[in-house]
């Protein structure tokens, strides 16, 4: 977390930066310049913060990061997906897992809060700093859809990349999913060749998260080992 920091404080040429303990939308983030105070929004604090967070991931890091999300939320099972549209040259990249799923204070408090981890100090979970998900934006990705299901209750949640202002719509969903558990879809534009560089990418760390977890990982279907 330190090292984000840094480049985020690099970024805006100031000396410290204050989280707000008030998380939510509208509220402000204080900041020390170095010739004074300032803040900004939180809308515009996440769209700085969320760039420079994902700058820090390495391609193809958002795998291993989003299985660890997936693995935190206590879940048995991991499906990935990788489907391509040849007409449109559109890609989707879906993780679906079956763990415990966020309710609405967990989106507003975790999912849409740069640093913002429910886990944070436990230490039998993987991810502490609440930066997994942003590693997705290290891609080139059109958007990100969230789907998320806790105790009957599903929202979805629509995140635009950082260039186009990261915080997305919430909208609870008027039937629930059967099962608790997230579903988050990348949605891209690429060619065969790429899409073709990328699908070995992902199935190469599939492979090496498979030695590192507990949850079965699937890919198209089938089991990675």
């Given amino acids: 977390m330190s090292k984000l920091l840094d480049a985020f404080k690099k970024t805006l040429a100031i000396d410290d930066v204050v989280l707000s303990q008030n998380r939510g939308v509208n509220k402000q983030i204080l900041i ?8 900004l929004s939180l809308e515009d604090y996440t769209t ?3 760039k420079t967070a994902a700058d820090q991931f390495e391609k193809g890091q958002f795998v291993r990061q989003l299985v660890y999300n997936a693995v935190d939320a206590d879940c048995d099972n991991i499906n990935v997906n990788y489907e391509r549209d040849n007409k449109t040259n559109t890609t989707t990249i879906t993780f679906e897992d079956d763990g415990v799923g966020m309710d609405l204070g967990d989106i507003k408090n975790y999912l849409l809060c740069v640093f913002g981890s429910k886990h944070r100090g436990k230490k039998a979970k993987i991810g502490e700093f609440g930066l997994g998900l942003l590693s997705v934006f290290s891609e080139d990705v059109e958007k990100v859809k969230v789907e998320t299901t806790m105790k009957n209750e599903t929202y979805l949640v629509t995140l635009d990349p950082p260039k186009k202002g990261y915080l ?3 909208v609870r969903k008027d039937e629930s999913n059967e099962q608790d558990g997230t579903i988050i879809t990348m949605e891209l534009k690429e060619s065969r060749e790429a899409y073709q560089q990328r699908e070995s990418l992902l199935l190469s ?6 030695t590192q977890v507990n949850p079965t990982i699937n890919y198209q279907g089938k089991e990675v080992k």
């Fill in 32 to 39: 020390n310049h170095n010739w004074g105070n300032m803040s």
């Fill in 48 to 50: 700085k913060m969320t």
């Fill in 168 to 170: 997305g719509d919430i």
């Fill in 205 to 210: 760390e599939l492979e090496l998260c498979s």
